[in-house]
């Protein structure tokens, strides 16, 4: 199956993607994943990201485009785009691209959450600088504090999920994602999927909504 997830910041996205790959094996192509390694790696294209990606706002169309294709010409069986589009000219672009593999979206998958535990989700969360594992304080804390209880690197908050750009991440996606909404919706492909509860809660309607 070829799926698009999208839905806010915080809204647990990553979380569910990484539970798809485990479950079902696809490939996950998650853009903000990719940029972060780029950043790490110190590459050009990082540094460029990276003064987008700290003020809150969306990385240029034709970086992320660029990235997109390259995993998707080496995917063979199902996938999950996690992050990826967030805009119509990048949707469009995928669709055009998809089309041309033969391998249309089949379904997009909005996670809703109200806006307050959004903000709860984002404050409280920690990522594993080595690792990528992502932990929150109250609903997922790690077993080892401040380290990973994965890999055992140090655990730090996302420079994006500062109040301020948190703040400025939200809007951006009520002005660039939300018409993804209706895009979807028009095409037949949108299935909203509440993003309340624990994890795995979560997962189990998403495992339904893809039935
Ligand atoms: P994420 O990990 O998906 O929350 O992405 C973190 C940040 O990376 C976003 O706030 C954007 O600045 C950037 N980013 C990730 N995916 C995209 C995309 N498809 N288009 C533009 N910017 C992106």
Redesign the pocket.
Known sequence: MHIVLFGS?GVG??TQAKRLRERKNWTII????L??EAIAQGTALGLE?KS??DK??????S??NGL?REQLSKITGGFAL??????LT?AVQLDEWLSDLNKPIQKAILFELPEEELVKRLSGRRLCSECGAVFHIESGPSQKGDLCDKCGGNLIT?S?DEPETVKR?LA?YSEQTQPLVEYYERQGLLVRVSAEGSPDEVFERLIQALE
Not at 56 to 61: K, M, N, Q, S, Y
Request: glycine content about 12%; cysteine-free.
């Open positions: 910041p996205k990553g998650a853009t903000g994943d940029l972060r990201a987008y990606i809150g706002e969306l990385v240029p169309d970086v992320v997109a996690d992050g990826y589009p967030r805009n990048q996302r994006d991440r951006v």
